[in-house]
């Protein structure tokens, strides 16, 4: 393969800047770009250990002063010989020793190149890979933690035991009909059928992991949804921490929808802080009643803001009807801190399906916000931490392993109608086919390539 380099960390000017190199030949490349001042050539130092040197522009000269690693393969991240260029962050710096060795030889790295040799070459399966990335875009320690443990194999080893036992299935029956003459035990019925009842349990186990995987990697999409002035955008403000959007005591000042990501009991929320929901005549909030009804269509869940502060309107009503209707959804009462005690005394007699649960806050004082955070907290469990690494948390995934999970039932149907043994070992190696596509070990070139197109150059 070819020598490869790019720069691994970002373009704005940072404390540390890395430049990594891959390929055979690399390290005699480097020795051209980079100057030990122990006089010992690079190529020659010790592995894994840093070195002290000057860093070479095209013509030789310094043009600044770091620390330079090589990793020789096959004990490298992408499995071949390897090298790492660290010194100051400036992108000139970065942009000049990347120029040296384009120079010297090397050419410049694809997205995800590093990535990809290393899913090449043995050292990552598919789902490691995936990890690596899902590592970089995490944006709570739950999501890093889940990656993390993928990244060290999780998913795989939950996948080993199910490849293993439909392998035995299919290996079994090749091997007495392709070996009539040799003595090997063919494999009983009733073996097969545990086997394949094993497998589907663990498959259906590992589905289930899918709303947790996805909830820790994508976050959950949330709707503030209520009447005008109900105290929506003042929510969305005191969840964000800051002014995200303009609060006013004028009804309908939110016209469109603003979103904004928050941690609210450990969960990454997506809101959506939509229009008042109400009738207008207003052409543009019009508009803006529209996009508040899909986003509360589309969400998983549900803000679903009350002022708490006066009786409950038509207009209120409506809104928690809507709200119902949603597969999670929240009351909150808001404007706590102006409460009279026959305000109080509202409850959601008449409203439709209860909702998980209700809250009272207080967006100004604060007050109210950690039960608000309690019960986004109960509606999505982080799950026991053991099964980080575990979890199914993307639609490709998702999708192979139903694929599999189907081609099991499949194989289990047709053993119990009696149909041949090749019927079942037709659907027993879809499920493999299946397995392997999520692994790796099947997968077509297109779906590795849309995989490692999400990475960045140098990763």
């Known amino acids: 393969m070819d020598i490869i380099a790019a720069i691994a960390t970002g373009g704005n000017p940072t404390a540390i800047g890395i430049v990594r190199v891959s390929g055979e030949g690399c390290f005699a490349l480097c020795d051209r770009v980079f100057r030990a001042l122990s006089g010992k050539a690079f190529s020659e130092q010790a592995a894994r250990k840093m070195i002290y040197g000057d860093m070479l522009d095209t013509q030789g000269r310094v043009i600044d002063r770091g620390l330079a690693v090589r990793f020789p393969g096959p004990h490298s991240y992408t499995g071949e010989d390897s090298a790492e260029f660290h010194c100051h962050g400036s992108p000139v710096v970065l942009r000049e020793l990347l120029s040296a060795l384009f120079a010297a030889g090397a050419r410049q790295a694809k997205a995800g190149e590093f990535t990809r040799r290393a899913f090449l070459n043995g050292c990552l399966d598919l789902t490691q890979a995936e990890a690596v990335v899902d590592l970089i875009d995490a944006e709570t320690a739950s999501a890093a933690r889940n990656a993390a443990a993928q990244l060290d194999g999780g998913l795989r080893r939950v996948l080993e035991p199910i490849q293993d036992a439909l392998l035995e299935i299919t290996s079994r029956f090749y091997a007495v009909v392709d070996y009539p003459d040799e003595d090997i035990e063919d494999i009983q019925p009733e073996q097969v059928a545990e086997a394949l009842s094993s497998a589907d349990r663990q498959l259906t186990a590992l589905l289930a992991t899918c709303q947790r995987g996805k909830v820790l990697k994508s976050g959950v999409k949330t709707a503030i949804v209520g009447r005008p002035n109900a105290g929506k955008s003042s929510l969305l403000n005191a969840l964000a921490g800051y002014e995200r959007t303009i609060v006013t005591d004028i009804p309908g000042t939110t016209r469109d929808t603003v979103e904004e990501s ?75 801190d102006l409460w009279n005690t026959k305000a109080r005394s509202i409850g959601l007699v008449g409203c439709g399906p209860a909702p998980a649960v209700s809250v009272t806050l207080s967006s100004v004082t604060g007050e109210g916000l950690d039960q608000l955070e309690a019960a986004v907290a109960a509606l999505f469990p982080a799950g026991d931490p053991k099964e980080a690494g575990s979890l199914l948390t993307n639609q490709r995934q998702e999708e192979a392993a139903s694929r599999a999970r189907d081609a099991v039932h499949r194989a289990k149907d047709a053993l119990e109608n009696g149909l041949t043994p090749d019927a079942v070992l037709t659907d027993a190696e879809e499920a493999l086919d299946a397995l392997g596509e999520l692994t790796g070990r099947t997968a077509k070139e297109e779906i590795v390539s849309r995989i490692f197109e999400r990475f960045c150059v140098g990763k």
């Not at 543009?284 to 502060?309: F, H, I, M, N, P």
């Open 262 to 336: 928050v941690l609210c009991g450990g969960v990454l929320l997506r809101l959506i802080d939509t229009a008042g929901i109400r009738n207008t005549e207003d052409v543009v909030e019009q508009k803006g009643v529209e996009r508040s009804r899909k986003a509360l269509e589309t969400a998983d869940l549900v803000l679903a803001v009350v002022d708490g502060s006066v009786p409950l309107t038509a207009e209120d009503l409506e809104v928690l009807r809507l709200a119902a209707e949603c597969p999670r959804w929240i009351a909150v009462f808001s404007k706590c």
